[in-house]
């Protein structure tokens, strides 16, 4: 995104009385988060609902906290009221005064502003009444426990499949639009509708510019793009054409990006479309990142060629390891508003390969997207395992850390620890 910074948390009217914040149920075409004259009360296992650190006041998720170790992938912020938090043996309730903390920042390197760890949420905890066992910190597990909790809860079949399909490349006879193609109609043949959004055969304009918004900008001696947008969203006055593709995003059950692979990024087009169309408010904000994000309903992946061969992208290869090319993309882009990553489908040297070999490429394609709705998401470390606070600078927890020595390998491509990369770790989905 082009430089995220945090955008101010509204507040309600304290004369209109108590109000609780639910980050989960607001309409992605209202301003970001709902304020609701009642408490609600939800029900959560107990591996997410509690794990509460009571003397930091911070909220820590997706851990277990309970013996049941039920996993999912959600969280409950309340302001002012009274948040229930249940799982089938336990019933916690608790006061809570939210607090939103926002920290800016850009990430720099071959991706451009990146995103920063600004939006996570500080919690001051009034009155605990938790059972004494539920107290504390999460345990932490080793891994392999941990990476599943992050992946969030298993997403039924929608009943009405919806599928968005971005294609970017500019030749219709390419390999990437028989691609495009091969994924429509397999997924149609399925019973989903799908849209394709051809953002060359579209024309779609990846240039940033103040022609994005509609109506003067809030400061026009300095326009800051994310904020303008932010609030130009909020209030309806994006332009025409970025609120199109939203709307394809919202009515999507699950969104493929299909691209030649350049310069070991996605093509100019398609960047420019993620910065121009995944913004402020519409897909993230201070209370909605990572797994708790935007999109957590929603299922993303990337599907993309390359001229080199397979062997030039290993970890011994003269390219690199691919592993380190994805993360960019799929933690700090889709995983970051939300989206449960699926494992990328990557055709190796399409211009060289045999016919017979581009045939058995679609083959493959064709095969897995019959099923791809059913197949588990990457894994990827959860919030939880992090101090999320300014002052503890957004890094991963020491009792993460100590559980960590002596392991031959890092937890992820990005926390790597100063160690080896897992094997494969944003290429396949963990077992």
Not at 106 to 120: H, I, N, Q, R
Not at 358 to 368: D, H, I, K, V
Not at 406 to 426: D, I, S, W, Y
């Amino acid at each position: 995104m082009a430089g995220r910074s945090a955008p101010a948390p509204a507040r309600p009217d304290p004369a209109q009385g108590p109000r609780t914040r639910l980050s989960l149920t607001h309409s992605r075409r209202a301003a970001p988060g709902l304020w609701c004259s009642q408490p609600r009360a939800f029900s959560l296992p107990c591996s997410l609902a509690g794990g509460i650190n009571w003397e930091q006041g911070l909220i820590n998720c997706a851990t277990g906290c309970c013996p049941h170790g039920l996993g999912a992938a959600t969280s409950v912020m309340a302001r002012h009221g009274t948040a229930c938090l249940l799982c089938p043996t336990t019933a916690t309730c608790l006061g809570a005064a939210v607090g939103l903390v926002g920290a800016s920042g850009a990430a720099t390197g071959l991706w451009g502003p990146g995103p920063s760890v600004w939006g996570l949420l500080a919690v001051s905890m009034g009155h605990p009444r938790v059972p004494a066992g539920h107290r504390g910190c999460p345990r932490v597990y080793p891994w392999g426990s941990v990476g599943p909790a992050a992946r969030g809860a298993e997403l039924p079949l929608p009943a009405g499949r919806r599928a968005l399909i971005v294609l970017a490349h500019l030749e219709k006879t390419s390999f990437n639009h028989a691609m495009a193609e091969a994924a429509a109609s397999t997924l149609r043949d399925k019973g989903w509708d799908v849209t394709i959004s051809d953002l060359y055969a579209m024309g779609f304009n990846p240039v940033l510019s103040r022609h994005d918004i509609t109506g003067p900008p809030k400061d026009p001696e300095h326009f800051v793009y994310e904020t303008e947008m932010g609030l130009a969203w909020k209030e309806g006055r994006l332009s025409s054409d970025i609120v199109a593709e939203q709307k394809k995003i919202e009515a999507a059950d699950l969104i493929i990006f299909q691209f030649p692979l350049q310069w070991l990024g996605m093509p100019a087009i398609l960047k420019g479309w993620f910065d121009r169309v995944i913004i402020q408010g519409f897909a993230y904000s201070m209370s909605t990142l990572y797994e708790h994000g935007c999109f957590q309903k929603k299922k993303a992946m990337l599907s993309f060629t390359t001229s080199g061969l397979e062997s030039m992208y290993s970890p011994r290869g003269i390219n690199g390891d691919m592993n380190v090319f994805l993360w960019p993309m799929q933690r700090g882009m889709l995983q970051f508003c939300g989206f449960q990553v699926l494992a990328p489908q990557i055709c190796y040297s399409v211009r060289y390969v045999t016919p017979e070999a581009r045939a058995q490429m679609l083959s493959a394609w064709r095969r897995r997207l019959a099923s791809i709705w059913e197949e588990k998401p990457l894994g990827f470390i959860p919030n939880s395992c992090f101090e999320l606070s300014m002052a503890a600078g957004f890094v991963l927890k020491q009792e993460v850390l100590a559980q960590q020595e002596g392991q031959p390998q890092g937890l992820t491509v990005g926390q790597h620890l100063g160690k080896a990369f897992p094997p494969n770790e944003q290429l396949k989905a963990p077992e």
